[in-house]
């Protein structure tokens, strides 16, 4: 970033896009900090940032895109034994994201990790790519003001903002893992309750 300045901004956060680990909150409290001991300006910043995000965002929707109904088929039937995941399950899902996947891909831009992962469901989806950029470009500006705002206005102690934000990452994984969980089970149980049923109807 000190050598790169706007670029290098650009470049780490589209990185961040596509391999998540990399955590965005130092890239860009760090990037906020920068702008009160050197030349740089916070709402560059933020435009590189955003720039960086999009993309970093359009790379893993076109790696959605890749993901052909007939690919995606061909994978599920791999991954059903292991997984129980039902390709009328994969169709339900895709079913209502095209009715909710502009808000779905603009709220999912400030959960840590989901915020780039977001982007290939919404290619599988064959999500309109103009509204894809528009929602993706809105959600990624307002996390990339927040955190640049905030590295700034904390200046020297902006790893306090990156030391919370990891907290939030951590919470906010582990909601997630027990959401998945629970829908796991949810659907394993289900299913069963449906096979109870339709033997019970056989023998009747």
């Known amino acids: 970033m000190n050598q790169f300045g ?8 589209a ?6 680990p990399i955590p965005s909150e130092i890239i860009l409290t760090f990037g906020g900090f920068m702008t ?3 030349t740089m300006n916070m709402w560059l910043v933020i435009l590189f940032a955003t720039i960086g995000s999009m993309v970093g965002a359009i790379v893993l929707y076109s790696v959605g895109r890749l993901l052909t109904p007939e690919r995606l088929d061909r994978l599920i039937d791999k991954v059903e034994p292991v997984l129980r995941i039902k390709k009328e399950d994969v169709r339900k899902a895709e079913s209502w994201f095209n009715k909710r996947g502009n808000f779905t891909v ?3 831009r400030f959960i840590p990790i989901v915020r780039s992962l977001i982007s290939i469901p919404a290619g599988m989806a064959s999500m309109n790519f103009a509204s894809f950029l528009i929602f993706t470009t809105f959600g990624s500006a307002i ?6 705002y905030l590295g700034s206005v904390f200046g020297e102690n902006w790893g306090v903002i990156a030391d919370v934000m990891e907290k ?5 994984l582990v909601i997630l893992a027990i959401i998945a969980i629970a829908l796991v089970s949810w659907l ?6 449906k096979k109870i049923e339709e033997v019970t109807s056989k023998k009747n």
């Open 6 to 13: 706007y670029w290098g901004i650009a470049l780490l956060i």
């Open 168 to 172: 939030y990452s951590s919470v906010t």
């Open 36 to 38: 009160t001991y050197t």
């Open 106 to 108: 603009f709220f999912c």
């Open 143 to 148: 996390w990339n003001v927040v955190l640049v």
């Open 188 to 193: 394993i149980i289900s299913r069963k309750n």
């Open 15 to 20: 990185i961040e896009n596509i391999f998540p």
